[in-house]
């Protein structure tokens, strides 16, 4: 057990996971509200519950990620349009796994990987993104977990603020 928390904070290095989902950002509380919305009384809400016309608001920042393996690989379902902008391109359909190199992939499996296995939503804080070309740049995003069958995370929702695109 040792051993795989030095390896998550080595992935995770420079990385802050609030398990608490507090934050101060107004499109973080509105995504993180929205899913507790579509829960209901179950664990997590399913996919489908997610609704684009009732998110329009935050729908530029927003993410969804289709997990493979656990959260051991996944596939850029979706990617908000000032998410892509801070990329400078976008990634949507992309399949990224351990083989990759890249730190925001890195950053991202790990994240990821932990939403799935404690099938609970989480905050991640950098004050420095992994993206190229805003390292300088403090970032957040939440990321909440979706299942269909209730148990097993699927599919990821996400709401991501880069500072300097706020």
Known sequence: MALKQTVLESQLEGVTLD?????????????????????????????RDIVPTEIRDILPFVQLYDLREGGAAYRVRLLGTEVACAFE??????????????????????VLGEVARRRKPVIARADRS?????????????????????????????????????
Do not use: Q
């Not at 398990?19 to 399913?46: D, F, N, Q, T």
């Not at 909440?144 to 709401?159: E, I, Q, Y």
């Open 89 to 110: 391109k976008d990634p949507t359909g992309s399949e990224c796994d351990r083989t990759s190199n890249h730190p925001v992939v890195i950053r991202m499996l790990a």
């Open 19 to 47: 398990w608490s989902v507090a934050s101060e950002l107004p499109r973080i509380v509105r995504a993180h509200r929205y899913w507790i919305a579509k829960r209901g009384g179950r664990a997590m809400p399913a996919r």
């Open 130 to 166: 992994a993206i190229d070309k805003l390292s300088y740049a403090p970032i957040e995003s939440v990321f909440l977990p979706l299942s269909d069958n209730g148990a097993d995370v699927d599919v990821v929702f996400a709401t991501t603020i880069v500072r300097r695109l706020v």
